[in-house]
């Protein structure tokens, strides 16, 4: 791992059952960037986020959070060391309300009491925009205000990287405008940023560096213009003429 | 949860009258042994309701073997009391510390196993203990244990023993639910990958649910066998204790503290009357049961109607 790397991926194997996903994937990401992760489906994107988050486990490879191997490390313990996830389909605690679901994250991500938790939760909502609808059942909001929740909840954990899953997807144009102003102001934050997304038009703009996925491996990373106008992201996403 | 209860003072002075009051009718025995042996099922089936409530209503581990945990203290005070001679509340200690033990020990492959699968399996295990008692000659085989102690508590100290017990289960659980273990708990249940994922320890949070909920469910059954004076394989063990821990979680309300103590009121209520029909009480237990999970599936604490707002905030 080379100095100002926070996270590194070493020749990582995973899958479900039989069938293997990633297949070698190695890639780094800096501290304080936005690293967007692109590819076609299938290709390993979410798995790729699973396996850093402790939710599946590799069969091989290694894994370092700030020089320190976490590849066996449960997933609790990698969300109080400072990794938080939003999920692609938003996974709210559906039986507690907003405020209780950002006080969660709050208490067992960041390690605090609920009294000093208290202030944090309610902050986070303000930023989020969720101040308003923090004693509503969080089963009861809409896909927007889910998808905000799922950031609130992370952000309310501490966290020094935040693993974004498709935030924009299913929302619609003006939907997605207003998370990604919520995203936009995650780099004023100096959160380190990894975000998968469909809709890359949206992400390009606040994104550092570009990781293209294809089988399961790295096929390309760097600068955004240079990743986007490869010949081997062209013949993914267009095909071979 | 709400967590910031405008109303707590008010509840709490409401709460510790009411203990009060059952205390010196307890200690005082002036509503007649009558009422008290009514009063200290009651306060059992709270407590074994409320604990069942906390492992399948808040925790999410619909648990169908808890009377292991009931048979089991059930027995060791038997033993202690009558085969070695020794003092009941030893009995009931050593109960309780092999409740736990047992809660401990089964925890470290029930908790493996999740939703349909844990019922089950803790169903069978509480059937598979029961088979074992039945066919242990230290424990009189079928033929049952009897309770002895000098001199025999009378049914006052046993209510006051329950009050207690009730009391200490509710406020612990209460205690528990605001404290942020509640919170993860509560996150568990809803979502046990999410809830790891947001920091919260599922492993042991799930156990810690397990073996408080054995615990305090084998003290009821420790108090339950002290007031009938015999135990029987049949009776330690009957999948009957759960299936009204269900029931009084059903009729009251499952997730509210409050829930399983209203469906405890009701269910004894109940099953004293319907025992004039033989046959038939189980049947129409069982129907209200039925009948309460079509239309009040939240149960009675929380059956008024819901603000319009909050339905149709869904998409």
């Known amino acids: ?241 | 949860m709400h967590r910031n209860d405008p109303h707590k003072g008010i509840r709490t002075v409401l709460y510790t009258a009411v203990f009060l009051l059952l205390l010196a009718a307890g200690l005082t025995g002036f509503p007649g042994n009558n009422i008290l042996r009514y009063g200290f099922r009651i306060l059992l089936y709270i407590t074994i309701g409320e604990m069942w409530n906390l492992l399948s209503g808040y925790a999410g581990m619909t648990s169908l073997g808890q009377q292991a945990f009931i048979g089991l203290s059930g027995y060791t005070l038997a033993v202690v009391t009558t085969r070695y001679g020794l003092p009941y509340p030893l009995g009931i200690l050593l109960g309780l510390l092999i409740s736990l033990a047992a809660a401990f020990l089964l925890s470290l492959f029930l908790l493996r196993i999740d939703g349909m699968y844990f019922a089950i399996t803790t169903w069978v295990v509480a059937e598979a203990l029961g088979t074992l008692f039945m066919s242990m000659t230290y424990v009189n085989r079928g033929a049952g244990m009897t309770v002895t102690a000098e001199p025999y508590p009378r049914i006052g100290r046993l209510f006051v023993m329950a009050l207690l017990l009730c009391s200490l289960s509710l406020v612990l659980a209460e205690l528990l639910l605001r404290s942020g273990y509640g919170l993860g708990i509560m996150a568990m249940r809803d979502d046990p990958e999410a809830a790891e994922a947001a920091g919260v320890n599922v492993k042991l949070a799930k156990r810690a649910v397990y073996i408080f909920a054995a615990g305090v469910t084998a003290l009821a059954g420790s108090l339950f066998f002290l007031n009938k004076g015999t135990i029987y394989p049949e009776s330690g063990f009957d999948i009957g204790w759960t299936i009204s821990m269900v029931f009084i979680v059903i009729i009251g309300g499952s997730g509210t503290i409050e829930g399983p103590v209203i469906g405890a009121v009701l269910y004894v209520l109940l099953s004293e009357y319907l025992a004039r029909y033989p046959g038939w009480s189980n049947m129409i237990l069982g129907a209200i049961a039925i009948l309460m999970i079509l239309f009040c599936p939240r149960g009675i604490v929380r059956f008024s109607p819901r603000p319009k707002d909050h339905l149709t905030k869904a998409r």
């Not at chain 1, 899958?15 to 590819?39: A, M, T």
């Not at chain 1, 994107?45 to 490390?73: A, D, H, Q, W």
């Not at chain 1, 991500?109 to 923090?134: C, F, I, N």
């Open chain 1, 1 to 241: 791992m080379r100095s100002g790397e926070i996270i590194s991926f070493d020749d990582i194997k995973a899958g479900y059952g039989r069938s293997r996903i990633l297949k070698g994937l190695s890639f780094s990401v800096r501290e304080g960037e936005v690293f967007g992760v692109i590819g076609p489906n299938g290709c390993g994107k979410s798995t790729m986020l699973n396996v850093l988050t402790g939710t599946l486990c590799p069969s091989s490879g290694r894994l370092f959070y700030r020089e320190k191997e976490i590849s066996g490390l449960p997933s609790y313990k990698r969300c109080r060391l400072g990794i938080g996830r939003t999920w692609q389909i938003p996974r709210p605690f559906t039986g507690m309300t907003v405020y209780d679901n950002v006080l969660t994250g709050a208490v067992h991500g960041a390690g605090e009491s609920v009294k000093q938790s208290r202030e944090k939760a309610e902050k986070v909502l303000k930023e989020t925009g969720l101040a308003d609808k923090s004693r509503i059942p969080s089963g009861e909001l809409t896909l927007l205000d889910r998808k905000r929740l799922e950031l609130a909840r992370a952000m309310a954990s501490g966290p020094e990287v935040l693993l974004l899953d498709e935030v924009a997807a299913g929302l619609t144009e003006a939907e997605t405008k207003e998370i990604m102003a919520l995203v936009g102001g995650l780099r004023e934050r100096k959160y380190t940023v990894i975000w998968i997304e469909h809709n890359i038009e949206t992400m390009l703009k606040a994104t550092d560096r570009l990781m293209c996925m294809a089988d399961g491996r790295n096929v390309i990373c760097g600068d955004p213009g240079e990743v986007m106008g490869s010949e081997i992201v062209e013949e993914l996403y267009l095909g071979k003429d």
